[in-house]
């Protein structure tokens, strides 16, 4: 496990929009209650035919399901409004998955508190700014950065939690978040601490994000943290990070990012650069997109450590920041991984989206993830995705996966088969 890492956790679905139900409302105040329903099948050969071998338990097919409950407040008065959010979350998987943390377990299934916070938001406070607003929330809440490379998810699920892949446990726990947006201006000081499995690390981050849009174009970023591990051997970790996203002419984007992490024990980096086209004007608006990224691996021959550190990412997109529907979920985060991904997105209408992707995958320092492992071809991987808003309740989504083992998977976990995978997910808000 990682050791600067604030949490494990797993992939997330696409964010649902949750329609609440408003018990009270007056010119000033509201309040409602907000409910989300999810449930997720999966069937596939697993671990290259090898699960049983290597994990230790038979993971080819499980199912789990998952809710959310909760109340959402406001009151305001003026340019200043006061909110509070509080819900809890069930989780349960049925059957051992392929994560392997459900194996040897009795209980995979629990309830926990998700959202519990109070902030105060005032519009326009600062003069010179357009359209500002500046806001201060204390609590467990959600809190992301950028395409949530780094911060994205601070709660970790599996395990006795249940819910791996539903990854429904998103709120960093007693954490502060103060933050100044425009138009054009980003500003975010926070304090976040994670939310581990039984046994696992409870870390903390203190740090601060600053965006700048030019022109409605061009957007400049950076974030500095101080990641504290809580573990007596380790020192805190120093993280920077750059970012850059441009819409150019007619249907181009280009995005990147940079992340540079060091402390006296470790020295490491990350970093992707990312080119799109939107075909607005055609048919089912096709987005096709290139991305190559590359996270650090450990070089046994120098003092220090290279492996980078995912600290708290998560899902935004697909692909980011689970790199492959299998991979990304199952056997590898992104320390010591090299890809290159193609995405072809299309619209054929407004409730239904479809998404192909492929993937290359190479490890940067095979020999650290097994002594075994001598080359660098991890294998190659397909996803198809199909998400349907069936009405304003109900969302599909299907996923069919297949991961073609190369031969560092082969060497590391003695299996040649083809991973094949799919996956049904239905949910209902309210």
Not at 208 to 228: I, P
Not at 286 to 303: E, K, N, Q
Request: aromatic share 16%; charged share 20%; glycine share 12%.
């Amino acid at each position: 496990m990682l050791r600067y890492a604030i949490l494990v956790c797993a992939s997330l679905l696409p964010t649902i929009a949750t329609a609440g139900i408003e018990l009270y409302k007056t010119d000033e105040s509201k309040l409602e209650f907000n409910a989300n329903f999810v449930g997720a099948f999966f069937q596939n050969e697993s671990w290259f035919g090898e699960s049983e071998e290597f994990l230790g338990g038979d993971t080819d097919s499980w199912g789990e399901f998952g809710a959310e409950l909760g109340f959402a407040w406001e009151y305001t008065s003026g340019k200043s409004t006061l909110f509070a959010e509080l819900s809890g979350v069930y989780t349960s998987t049925g059957n051992e998955d392929a994560s392997g943390l459900t194996i040897g377990l009795d209980k995979t299934s629990e309830a926990n508190l998700e959202q519990a916070h109070l902030g105060w938001r005032s519009d326009d406070p600062f003069a010179g700014l357009e359209e500002d607003t500046f806001s201060l929330t204390v609590g467990w809440q959600d809190y992301l950065i950028g395409t949530g490379l780094l911060i994205a998810h601070g709660g970790s699920d599996g395990g006795e939690h249940g819910g791996w892949y539903l990854g429904l446990r998103k709120s960093f726990q007693e954490s502060v978040v103060a933050s100044l947006e425009s138009k054009t201006l980003k500003a975010e000081g926070f304090y976040i601490q994670n939310r581990p499995r039984r046994g696992g690390t409870q870390g903390e981050a203190l740090g601060g994000n600053f965006e700048y849009t030019f022109a409605e174009s061009l957007t400049a970023a950076t974030t500095y943290m101080v990641v504290d591990p809580k573990l007596d051997d380790t020192d805190d970790l120093d993280v920077w990070s750059g970012r850059l996203g441009w819409k150019g002419l007619g249907g181009l984007e280009l995005n990147g990012e940079y992340v540079i992490e060091n402390s006296d024990q470790i020295d490491a980096d990350g970093w992707y650069a990312q080119a799109a086209w939107a075909f607005s004007e055609t048919a089912w608006s096709p987005w096709i997109a290139y991305r190559y990224a590359v996270f650090s691996g450990d070089d046994p021959a120098t003092a220090k450590n290279e492996t980078f550190n995912s600290i708290a990412y998560g899902y935004t997109d697909y692909g980011s920041w689970f790199q492959g529907e299998i991979t990304g979920n199952y056997p590898l985060g992104n320390g010591n991984l090299g890809s290159n991904m193609f995405r072809i997105k299309a619209t054929p209408n407004e409730s239904l989206t479809l998404n192909l992707l492929y993937y290359n995958f190479k490890l940067e320092e095979p020999g650290t993830l097994s002594p075994d492992v001598t080359s660098d071809d991890w294998g190659d991987e397909i996803n198809f995705t199909a998400d349907w808003a069936v009405t304003d309740n109900w969302y599909l989504i299907g996923v069919a996966a297949v991961l073609f083992p190369g031969d560092a998977a082969v060497q590391w976990t003695g299996g040649n088969n083809d991973w094949w995978y799919g996956m049904l997910f239905a949910s209902y808000t309210f």
